[in-house]
C-alpha cells in the first residue's frame, strides 16, 4: 500500500494531466457533482498540510528572518502582477482575467515543497514560505485581488477573507492539533498523506475541467497559454531575483520554486464561492493545478542534473 502511495504521490502531473484529460472527453459523468465540493477536498488537502507540519518549521522565520521575507515579497508581488499584465497582453475576457489574477493573488502551494525537496533546493526554507504565505494569504489574496481586479469585477474582500480562514487556515490548525493530542496516529498517517491530496488535487481538477468542458475546448488554447507563460516566468523571475540578492544555490531554487508554483485549488475555490457569476474564472486554477505539477517536475529533475555535474 505504501509503495502505492508513492507512485501515486511522485507522479501527481501524470494523474493530474490524466484526470483532466477524461474530464474533457467524457464530462457528463462529473458534470452530475456539484462544484460545492471543492472546497470540502481543499479543506481536507489543507488538514493533510497541517499534519505534515511542525512548529519548527516556522523557527525559521526567526532564525533566518530575512530569507523568508524575501521569499514572501517575491511571491506576493510577482506572480499577481506578471498575472494582471498577461491578463492584460492577451486582452483576457473579465471572467478569465479575473482566473488568472486569483491564482497569482494567492499563497504558495504544497506541492512546492516536494519539488524543492527532489530540485536539492533549500527545503527548511520552502516549508517556511509555504507556512508564512499561508497565514498571510486571509489578509493579502482579497485586497490584491481587491487591488488588480477591482474596478472590473466586484470583489468581497471581507468575504474572501473569511473563506480562506475556514477552507485554509482552520483545517491547518486542526491538523497541528491532531498531530500534537495523537502523534503516534500521524506518523503512520504522514505516510499516505500525499497521495491521497495528489487524488483529492486531481478530483478537483477534473470537477472544474467538467463543468467548462464545451468553452474550454472552444477557446482553451489562449488561457492554457497565459497559464504556462504565468508560470515559467514566476520559476524564471523568482530564481533571478535570488541571484541578484546573492543567494545561495539551494535558497535561490527554493524561491525559484515557491514563487512559480501557487495554491491553484484555492484560486478556484475562491472563483466558486465569490465570482458565481464568472463560472469561467475557475479555468485557469484548473489549467495553473495541472500545468505547475508537470513544470515543476521538470524544473526539479533540471536541477537536479544540474547538482549531480556539480558533485
Same mark, same amino acid.
Given at each position: 500500500?505504501?509503495?502505492?502511495?508513492?507512485?501515486?504521490?511522485?507522479?501527481?502531473?501524470?494523474?493530474?494531466?490524466?484526470?483532466?484529460?477524461?474530464?474533457?472527453?467524457?464530462?457528463?459523468?462529473?458534470?452530475?457533482?456539484?462544484?460545492?465540493?471543492?472546497?470540502?477536498?481543499?479543506?481536507?488537502?489543507?488538514?493533510?498540510?497541517?499534519?505534515?507540519?511542525?512548529?519548527?518549521?516556522?523557527?525559521?522565520?526567526?532564525?533566518?528572518?530575512?530569507?523568508?521575507?524575501?521569499?514572501?515579497?517575491?511571491?506576493?508581488?510577482?506572480?499577481?502582477?506578471?498575472?494582471?499584465?498577461?491578463?492584460?497582453?492577451?486582452?483576457?475576457?473579465?471572467?478569465?482575467?479575473?482566473?488568472?489574477?486569483?491564482?497569482?493573488?494567492?499563497?504558495?502551494?504544497?506541492?512546492?515543497?516536494?519539488?524543492?525537496?527532489?530540485?536539492?533546493?533549500?527545503?527548511?526554507?520552502?516549508?517556511?514560505?509555504?507556512?508564512?504565505?499561508?497565514?498571510?494569504?486571509?489578509?493579502?489574496?482579497? +485586497? @490584491?485581488?481587491? =487591488?488588480? /481586479?477591482? !474596478?472590473?469585477?466586484?470583489?468581497?474582500?471581507? $468575504? &474572501?477573507?473569511? #473563506?480562506? *480562514?475556514?477552507?485554509?487556515?482552520?483545517?491547518?490548525?486542526?491538523?497541528?492539533?491532531?498531530?500534537?493530542?495523537?502523534?503516534?496516529?500521524?506518523?503512520?498517517?504522514?505516510?499516505?498523506?500525499?497521495?491521497?491530496?495528489?487524488?483529492?488535487?486531481?478530483?478537483?481538477?477534473?470537477?472544474?475541467?467538467?463543468?467548462?468542458?464545451?468553452?474550454?475546448?472552444?477557446?482553451?488554447?489562449?488561457?492554457?497559454?497565459?497559464?504556462?507563460?504565468?508560470?515559467?516566468?514566476?520559476?524564471?523571475?523568482?530564481?533571478?531575483?535570488?541571484? +541578484? @540578492?546573492?543567494? =545561495?544555490? /539551494?535558497? !535561490?531554487?527554493?524561491?525559484?520554486?515557491?514563487? $512559480? &508554483?501557487?495554491? #491553484?485549488? *484555492?484560486?478556484?475555490?475562491?472563483?466558486?464561492?465569490?465570482?458565481?457569476?464568472?463560472?469561467?474564472?475557475?479555468?485557469?486554477?484548473?489549467?495553473?493545478?495541472?500545468?505547475?505539477?508537470?513544470?515543476?517536475?521538470?524544473?526539479?529533475?533540471?536541477?537536479?542534473?544540474?547538482?549531480?555535474?556539480?558533485?
Amino acid at each position: 500500500m505504501k509503495a502505492l502511495c508513492h507512485y501515486i504521490s511522485e507522479y501527481m502531473g501524470v494523474l493530474v494531466l490524466a484526470a483532466s484529460l477524461l474530464a474533457l472527453m467524457f464530462p457528463s459523468v462529473l458534470q452530475q457533482v456539484r462544484p460545492t465540493v471543492i472546497n470540502p477536498l481543499l479543506g481536507v488537502i489543507m488538514f493533510g498540510m497541517g499534519l505534515t507540519l511542525n512548529l519548527r518549521d516556522f523557527k525559521i522565520v526567526f532564525s533566518r528572518p530575512k530569507d523568508v521575507i524575501i521569499g514572501c515579497l517575491a511571491q506576493f508581488t510577482i506572480m499577481p502582477l506578471l498575472a494582471w499584465g498577461l491578463a492584460r497582453a492577451f486582452q483576457l475576457d473579465e471572467a478569465l482575467a479575473l482566473g488568472v489574477v486569483l491564482v497569482g493573488c494567492c499563497p504558495g502551494g504544497t506541492a512546492s515543497n516536494v519539488i524543492t525537496y527532489l530540485a536539492k533546493g533549500d527545503l527548511a526554507l520552502s516549508v517556511g514560505m509555504t507556512g508564512v504565505s499561508t497565514l498571510l494569504a486571509p489578509l493579502l489574496t482579497p +485586497l @490584491l485581488t481587491w =487591488a488588480l /481586479a477591482g !474596478k472590473s469585477v466586484d470583489v468581497d474582500v471581507a $468575504g &474572501m477573507l473569511l #473563506s480562506i *480562514l475556514w477552507v485554509v487556515i482552520l483545517p491547518i490548525v486542526i491538523g497541528l492539533l491532531v498531530k500534537w493530542i495523537w502523534p503516534k496516529f500521524t506518523e503512520k498517517a504522514v505516510d499516505y498523506l500525499p497521495a491521497f491530496s495528489s487524488l483529492a488535487i486531481a478530483l478537483i481538477v477534473a470537477i472544474i475541467i467538467a463543468a467548462n468542458a464545451d468553452k474550454l475546448l472552444a477557446g482553451g488554447l489562449v488561457i492554457v497559454a497565459v497559464v504556462m507563460l504565468h508560470n515559467i516566468c514566476g520559476l524564471s523571475l523568482g530564481y533571478l531575483i535570488g541571484r +541578484l @540578492l546573492g543567494l =545561495a544555490e /539551494a535558497k !535561490k531554487r527554493a524561491v525559484s520554486i515557491e514563487v $512559480g &508554483m501557487q495554491n #491553484s485549488g *484555492l484560486a478556484s475555490s475562491l472563483a466558486t464561492l465569490h465570482f458565481a457569476a464568472y463560472p469561467m474564472a475557475t479555468i485557469p486554477g484548473a489549467i495553473f493545478s495541472v500545468w505547475h505539477n508537470i513544470s515543476g517536475a521538470l524544473v526539479a529533475r533540471m536541477y537536479a542534473r544540474t547538482e549531480k555535474r556539480k558533485q
